[in-house]
């Protein structure tokens, strides 16, 4: 009895704690993922950057709509895009490189965004939008959340190869396939997708977590590719069942929650993990890094 109190009882008794759980494992079949690749690319600081490129998109929808979904959202996510892309731009044009101008562009949506939420609202709802809400999701955000999730894992299944192909030589694949750009920008535009799905669940700068935690977790278990994406699944959809227990348990707020359960299975995997400290020995670690 003790023990279905503390792990079913939460998700039996509750709506709005199933709500939570299905969103945050939708969030995390298609958001760890990504991190997956971003992870892969070196672009792991990309998803945070991303993270805050969104903010005065939403931040305008908020001005305009309050707390609705659906401006916040189409706010989000051209905003996004727009960082994404101009960044993309800069370094294409410029001598400034991707992530310098990336940096740049971040910073200041980031800037722009709190001071927008800033002077149409109040403290509370500037929290919500940096953090979150993921005990009070409505059909409405399961529904863009759920969308989102399909559609990014039908454009990974069908980007696969290319995806993994650049991920290991970037620069042969973009040498013999015309895809190179057209890759890049679509998992872009991808990450952009799920950080401002996920944005009404866990916030802006808590998604991001949920994205590369599970990401990095997984890598210190495998080199392949493969192995790698399906251990980060698994580490995302634990990660939302015991941060949301813990939140139940504890009275500790869920996204956070979610994120710091995330941030101990990844010091757990780094300690104990076959390619952690105690799982490999140094040489080893290094030649498969």
Not at 196 to 207: E, I, N, P, Y
Not at 252 to 278: C, D, E, N
Request: proline content about 3%; some cysteine; glycine content about 12%.
């Amino acid at each position: 009895m003790a023990l279905y109190d503390l792990f079913i009882a939460p998700f039996a008794d509750f709506a709005f704690m199933r709500r939570a759980l299905l969103g945050a494992w939708l969030l995390s079949a298609a958001a760890s993922p990504l991190g997956v690749f971003l992870m892969l690319r070196r672009m792991s600081l990309t998803g945070d950057a991303m993270a805050h490129a969104i903010l005065p998109g939403a931040a305008l929808g908020f001005m305009f709509f309050g707390l609705n979904l659906m401006p916040m959202t189409i706010g989000g996510l051209i905003a996004g895009l727009v960082v994404a892309f101009g960044a993309g731009a800069v370094a294409r044009l410029t001598v400034q490189r991707e992530d310098a101008s990336l940096a740049a562009f971040y910073l200041i949506s980031l800037a722009l965004g709190v001071v927008l939420i800033s002077a149409k609202g109040s403290s509370v709802d500037l929290m919500h939008v940096l953090f979150g809400s993921v005990l009070a999701l409505d059909g409405g955000a399961m529904a863009l959340i759920g969308g989102v999730s399909v559609v990014t894992l039908i454009v990974m299944g069908l980007l696969w190869r290319a995806l993994v192909a650049e991920c290991m030589d970037p620069l042969f694949f973009r040498s013999v396939s015309r895809l190179g750009g057209v890759v890049h920008f679509a998992f872009l535009g991808l990450v952009v997708l799920n950080l401002v799905a996920g944005f009404q669940a866990l916030g802006s700068l808590m998604v991001v977590g949920l994205m590369m935690l599970p990401a990095a977790a997984g890598r210190f278990w495998s080199a392949r590719v493969g192995v790698i994406t399906a251990l980060a699944l698994g580490f995302g959809l634990i990660s939302s069942v015991l941060g949301l227990l813990a939140s139940y348990h504890w009275a500790l707020p869920a996204g956070p929650a979610i994120i710091l359960t995330a941030g101990v299975i990844y010091l757990i995997s780094m300690v104990i993990g076959r390619r952690g400290l105690l799982g490999a020995r140094p040489a080893a670690r290094h030649r498969t890094a």
